[in-house]
């Protein structure tokens, strides 16, 4: 049912049910909030959404109040105006005056409202809270000092994530955010998928940088710095550099990447096809079995880290074969340092990720040989961008490059890991020719494209149907836990990201970009897939080789030894 109300002097229609904020914003009629979350039932924990509602004698929430037939409302007078400067005041009256060396200045809710609001000079001055930053995690830096309490990581990381590590502790003015028992955050339930990072206003939560140690190592004449990029990197920068939301640019990624000075550049996407091979053998083994069903994805760090801590019991059904980050970190020490003639001690690995729990995963002992990590330091996209700007690189004015050989081809389906479902449709491919010996009608597998939190789809295989479930986001994953530990589902793969979307919406991803992006980003990596002729990762020339020349087969002992990796209860990602 519509309604209209009165704003501003000026009739809009709204919808019955709707919270005065969510009608302005249907209208175009921007009201700024802090603790706001769409989807989420709102708090008002901010006040900053107040506005003047005619009949009423104090000021009004916007979020958390429903408009009414017939409701007149004023957005923007002198008192709300007054009202929304002198909350933002409190708030800066005791947050740190660091803008110029925070992770977040120029990208800072609190900055740019201070800005909207014209707040010029300090007015209020208030005692400045001492906080001890938290550092413990590879991924994710924790600064207290620099929270405003608007309770956004909290809802995240509860709500949606289901991991509920955070919590608002202390009473009063001594309020702030924490871990439960006050653990530092790699001791904690915190699976490091870097969601509270996303929606943080301010720079309280943010990734640890590692640029400086990257360009350290750069100019250190001793090392062969080596980088891979993850296949959503290519799709997720466009908009930041501005560009087409969504569009690939994958040669101006490379391109930049070699005027870095990085020796060698390779694209994670032929990792990602070694995964494919990797899982799917491990798949067909163990449905001919009948054995640990249904096998659980593993190449999402943040979901093999909230298995461990919350469900250990589910180990055995995880997937051994390990994420294409950590396969191609693999495969550089050992396979290309031997045909390159490298000594693997003296190459330096580096890895661009959307994803923070890849810094975790890359520190962990699992993820090492002889001692020697895999990958040596993870970047994020975001990081990407800063490093690119650093470097004085103009995307506009340098000409696209391939990357490097042997790990410069891939297929399509090796691209298609960076969304939601993409790693199900590249295992299923080369599972349908293990199991029958042919290729897939239609390689595409559309009800795994479907924008749903949970897509359950039954794939034929000759006379057998093989079951597939693919989970975007934690969001009720309880649920479907419940049907695999009492024995209900009848999957045979399931497939689970942690961030909503997949890799294309990482908690290392640029911020700001809405659902809208997250579309165009999958929407391109779809479109690569159409026009692209290897669809399939078994049809890789360049993954075959390496089998002929060090793996011998997928799921061969050796392959075993360098691709797979066992993974234990309630570890750490240390």
Known sequence: MNFNIEVNGKTIQVRKGDTILVALFRNGIKVPTLCSMKGLSPTGACRICVVEVEGVSGLVTSCSNVVEDGMKINTHSPRVVKARKTLLELLLSNHPDDCLYCERNGDCELQNLSVELNIRERRISGRKIRHKLDLSSPGVVRDPAKCILCGRCIRVCDEIQSVSTLEFTGRGSKTHVGTTMNRDLNFSTCIACGQCVMVCPTGALHEHSNIDEVQDSISNKSLTTIVQYAPAVTVSLAETFGL???????????????????????????????????????????????????????????????????????????????????????????????????????????????????????????????????????????????????????????????????????????????ASGGTTEGIMRTLHFLRTGKEMTSPKINELRLVTSVKEVSIAMGKELVNVTVVSGLTDIEKLIATVKEGKSNAHFIEVMACSGGCISGGGQPFGAVEKEAKARARSLYEIDDVETIKVAHKNAQVQEIYDKQLEKPGSEKAKKLLHAKYLKGKSLE
């Open 244 to 418: 087409k939301p969504g569009k690939d640019i994958n040669g101006l990624i490379v391109s930049a990447l070699r005027k870095i000075g990085f020796k060698y550049v390779f694209d994670t996407s032929f990792a990602a096809d070694l995964a494919i091979m990797e899982a799917a053998t491990e798949l067909n083994e163990r449905i001919n079995l009948g054995v640990n069903l249904p096998v659980l994805s593993s190449c999402c760090p943040a979901w093999v880290r909230y298995i461990e801590q919350f469900y250990p019991e589910l180990l055995p059904n995880l997937s051994t074969t390990k994420s294409p980050q950590q396969i191609m970190g693999a495969i550089i020490k050992s396979y290309f340092a031997n045909e390159a003639k490298i000594n693997h001690g003296n190459i330096y690995s580096v890895s661009i990720m959307p994803c923070l729990a890849k810094k975790n995963e890359s520190q962990r002992v699992e993820m090492t040989s002889k001692g020697v990590f895999d990958v040596d330091v993870v970047l994020s996209t975001r990081e990407l961008v800063r490093l690119i700007k650093l470097n004085g690189i103009d995307l506009d004015n340098i000409e696209p490059q391939q990357a490097d050989s042997p790990f410069g081809i891939r297929s399509s389906a090796g691209k298609l890991f960076a």
